[in-house]
């Protein structure tokens, strides 16, 4: 059981406390409530470019990184769909530091044109590398707007055309930066060596003199149901040809969610997984295949994608994908299966929560999800999943009229 206490500053940031002797450093992770689905359309990878601009300076403060490292300091971010994420761990006796830097940056950022000039070169290098010069590099860029038509999700958190980013301006940037970067739209949890009452003080002292803003407000449109199957075919000069498959599914607090994730965990468990027993070892169609749900908080995806074996048709791949997904539904007697993957998210879970970092990390997500207490619930979710659960789910998302195929065909001619 991990115990935590919680309370809001005036300004309204929340703020969750665990208390963990055991260990000489604390983990401060502050999340706020901007991802790239809070952007505009027309000027997309901003929530990611912030990530970088975070990093660049603050109003008082020149340097992020060094007095955190001067202290022993270590941190890190990341930027999805939903959220933008901070987090650092430090040794105890120097948590005033983490408190100091973080509060100014909140406060107000370098807004000046060489910091930002530097962060949108080093965004859009990271987006040649990533999706322009790898192979299949581009797949996320085709099949977020071949699953979404009007959903934000539509593009991924770096941005759906670096030419936004090229040409985004600093009032652009500072407009989004006091629109969404808010104590009343961050949530900060502590873990590790800090008590209740030390976390209280130092939150007011540091945080609490930041004014409440006025946060943009959040009107997405909702994506309409999938009634029909779309498939893409796309030719490139890749080592082997691939097979990229989606379905809708709902969102992260949907009562479906731990059933469909014990489903990807039957099907892509690790090397015990069905698509690695029987499609990689077994039937040899595959060279690697995987299964995995995105977990986002608007209704997401389900997406199984692999790469094929030299000689194996496309359709002959899609078949066995599809037959294999239709075999849970049929057998009866896959309980055994169930509590093997059951067992592993109950110890990958208990063991993930010994990290003061994860923990602090689960806390604030969990919090923004409305109910913190699934910190110590999740296990108990996913183990309450039944075979008829299983069946449901099945028959509800994997429908051919809900899917979105992607046929990624290899051009590259053998020697």
């Known amino acids: 059981m991990i115990d935590y206490k919680k309370f809001t500053l005036d300004n309204g940031l929340r703020v969750l406390v665990h208390e963990d002797n055991s260990t000489p450093l604390v983990a401060m992770n502050i999340l706020y409530d901007v991802g790239s689905r809070d952007e505009d359309p027309e000027m997309t990878g901003l929530a990611h470019l912030f990530e970088h601009l975070m990093f660049g300076g603050s109003l008082n403060i020149p340097d992020y990184d060094t007095p955190l490292q001067l202290v022993g300091g270590e941190n890190n971010a990341f930027t999805n769909n939903d959220i933008t994420n901070y987090y650092l761990t ?27 000039d530097t962060q949108r070169n080093v965004v859009i290098e990271e987006f040649n590398q990533r999706y322009l010069n790898q192979p299949y590099g581009e797949v996320i860029l085709k099949m977020r707007p071949l699953a979404y038509k009007i959903h934000p999700y539509r593009w991924p958190a770096i941005g759906r055309d670096m030419a936004h980013i090229k040409n985004i301006n600093i009032d652009q940037v500072k407009d989004f930066f006091f629109s969404h970067y808010a104590p009343n739209n961050a949530i900060m949890s502590l873990t590790g060596n800090i008590g209740f009452d030390l976390a209280y003080k130092l939150s007011e002292r540091w945080f609490g003199p930041i004014a409440k803003r006025e946060v943009k407000s959040r009107n997405l449109p909702v994506e309409p149901e999938q009634t029909e199957e779309r498939v893409i075919t796309i030719e490139k000069d890749v080592p082997s040809t691939a097979l990229y498959k989606v379905w809708h599914i709902g969102p992260r607090t949907s009562k479906d969610f731990y059933t469909l994730d014990l489903i990807t ?80 998210f109950e110890s990958s879970t208990v063991f993930s929560n010994t990290s003061i970092l994860n923990k602090a990390s689960n806390l604030a997500y969990f919090e923004l999800l409305g109910n913190p207490e699934l910190i110590n619930n999740e296990v108990k979710k996913y183990g309450n999943v039944s075979h008829g659960m299983v069946k449901e789910a099945l028959d509800k998302y994997f429908t051919p009229q809900n899917c979105s195929t992607i046929n990624y065909i290899s051009t590259r001619k053998e020697n």
Do not use: C, H
């Not at 530091?97 to 044109?113: A, I, K, P």
């Open 265 to 344: 965990d039957i099907l892509a468990g690790g090397e015990s997984g069905r698509l690695q027993t029987k499609l990689v070892r077994g039937k040899k169609l595959f060279s690697e295949i995987n299964a995995y749900l995105t977990s986002d908080i608007d209704p997401g995806l389900i997406i199984v994608q692999g790469k094929l074996m030299k000689g194996v048709s496309i359709k002959q791949a899609e078949d066995s994908v599809n037959e294999l997904i239709l075999d849970l539904r049929r057998e009866n007697q896959i309980e055994d299966e169930m509590e093997k993957v059951k067992n592993k």
């Open 90 to 116: 430090i040794p105890s006796a120097n948590i005033e530091t983490g408190f100091w830097l973080e509060s100014d940056r909140m406060l107000e950022l370098d807004f000046s044109q060489k910091n930002l």
